[in-house]
């Protein structure tokens, strides 16, 4: 495929909004992990590569988890050794000690760790009540902040559970003011199934803030299963937040919440963003090339309202 002849929106700043942000591209764990069709290391390797030179800042490589739960995820060890060299960041998931143990050695510089503000989706994705996982992830922020490793917090449910429904926000903050006590660099608030709106987000985001949760130290990690993704980061735009996780061709979902649906596409993201005069450092025409690519090694059509506007568009 030739590189697309696109023309990109023009820019038309607002007040009140960033002149930059940054972007966690979530495709090579968030995004692989749900998905049916195997996908052998060499394809991840060629992923990332890809991704670093389409110039994003940040890319999740992998996760040291069980491979029995989540089988995608197998091999990140030979993921982290195939990229090694790339100039851009990449840290890695661990559910445990064990699986820090195994980062660290695969040459990991920086972890994340995850949790969940429900019960309910702390024991279908960790298989632990919340006390434990959380036990669990305070051990793994100490050995690794000990080893001056930078640490970025996941929380799943945070705008709405499948099985509980909406998630009281009080319960979000305390957890997150949790989460900074324990030394974690930064959180990231994930709308696991989609279900937030701007309102929840902004009143989320305000309640954080208000307590004081420094908004530089939060991330919005939006899906789009309602199609409400783009406008939840404008309204994390507005509320201060500058740093946004999304995945190329919108691939993700989560094995554990099956009405999890994929992730906001980076190329979505990006439109958006430049619309809005807002700089990423991330070459839109690159990730286009991407899209397609990645669509056909999956075996399933873009969902990148973007990529399939612009591809059909090159296609006529």
């Given at each position: 495929?030739?590189?697309?002849?696109?023309?990109?929106?023009?820019?038309?700043?607002?007040?009140?909004?960033?002149?930059?942000v940054t972007i966690?591209?979530?495709?090579?764990?968030?995004?692989?992990?749900?998905?049916?069709?195997?996908?052998?290391?060499?394809?991840?390797?060629?992923?990332?590569?890809?991704?670093?030179?389409?110039?994003?800042?940040?890319?999740?490589?992998?996760?040291?988890?069980?491979?029995?739960?989540?089988?995608?995820?197998?091999?990140?060890?030979?993921?982290?050794?195939?990229?090694?060299?790339?100039?851009?960041?990449?840290?890695?998931?661990?559910?445990?000690?064990?699986?820090?143990?195994?980062?660290?050695?695969?040459?990991?510089?920086?972890?994340?760790?995850?949790?969940?503000?429900?019960?309910?989706?702390?024991?279908?994705?960790?298989?632990?009540?919340?006390?434990?996982?959380?036990?669990?992830?305070?051990?793994?922020?100490?050995?690794?902040?000990?080893?001056?490793?930078?640490?970025?917090?996941?929380?799943?449910?945070?705008?709405?559970?499948?099985?509980?429904?909406?998630?009281?926000?009080?319960?979000?903050?305390?957890?997150?003011?949790?989460?900074?006590?324990?030394?974690?660099?930064?959180?990231?608030?994930?709308?696991?199934?989609?279900?937030?709106?701007?309102?929840?987000?902004?009143?989320?985001?305000?309640?954080?803030?208000?307590?004081g949760v420094p908004?530089?130290?939060?991330?919005?990690?939006?899906?789009?299963?309602?199609?409400?993704?783009?406008?939840?980061?404008?309204?994390?735009?507005?509320?201060g937040v500058r740093?946004?996780?999304?995945?190329?061709?919108?691939?993700?979902?989560?094995?554990?919440?099956?009405?999890?649906?994929?992730?906001?596409?980076?190329?979505?993201?990006?439109?958006?963003?430049?619309?809005?005069?807002?700089?990423?450092?991330?070459?839109?025409?690159?990730?286009?090339?991407?899209?397609?690519?990645?669509?056909?090694?999956?075996?399933?059509?873009?969902?990148?309202?973007?990529?399939?506007?612009?591809?059909?568009?090159?296609?006529?």
């Open positions: 495929m030739t590189p697309l002849d696109l023309g990109l929106p023009a820019p038309a700043p607002e007040a009140g909004l960033p002149e930059r966690w591209e979530m495709a090579p764990r968030d995004g692989l992990q749900a998905e049916s069709v195997p996908i052998p290391v060499a394809t991840k390797v060629d992923l990332i590569g890809r991704l670093a030179a389409a110039g994003l800042p940040v890319i999740e490589a992998g996760s040291f988890v069980r491979a029995d739960r989540v089988p995608q995820m197998a091999g990140s060890e030979d993921v982290l050794t195939g990229v090694a060299g790339l100039e851009a960041r990449l840290p890695v998931l661990v559910p445990n000690l064990k699986g820090l143990e195994r980062a660290v050695a695969a040459g990991a510089k920086e972890i994340a760790i995850f949790l969940s503000v429900t019960e309910s989706f702390s024991t279908a994705n960790l298989s632990v009540d919340r006390t434990t996982a959380e036990k669990r992830a305070r051990e793994v922020v100490h050995e690794a902040r000990a080893a001056g490793m930078p640490v970025r917090g996941y929380l799943s449910m945070v705008f709405g559970d499948p099985w509980e429904g909406p998630v009281a926000i009080d319960d979000v903050v305390s957890l997150s003011s949790s989460l900074l006590d324990w030394g974690v660099d930064e959180i990231s608030l994930g709308d696991t199934i989609g279900v937030a709106t701007p309102g929840l987000v902004t009143a989320t985001l305000r309640a954080l803030t208000g307590a908004v530089e130290r939060l991330a919005l990690h939006m899906h789009d299963t309602y199609g409400q993704a783009l406008a939840n980061v404008y309204a994390g735009l507005r509320s740093i946004f996780d999304s995945a190329v061709a919108g691939t993700g979902g989560c094995p554990f919440a099956k009405s999890a649906t994929g992730n906001l596409a980076t190329e979505d993201l990006i439109w958006m963003l430049t619309g809005l005069g807002i700089q990423t450092g991330v070459d839109l025409r690159a990730l286009l090339e991407i899209s397609p690519w990645l669509s056909a090694a999956l075996s399933r059509p873009l969902t990148s309202r973007v990529a399939k506007a612009l591809t059909e568009k090159e296609d006529t």
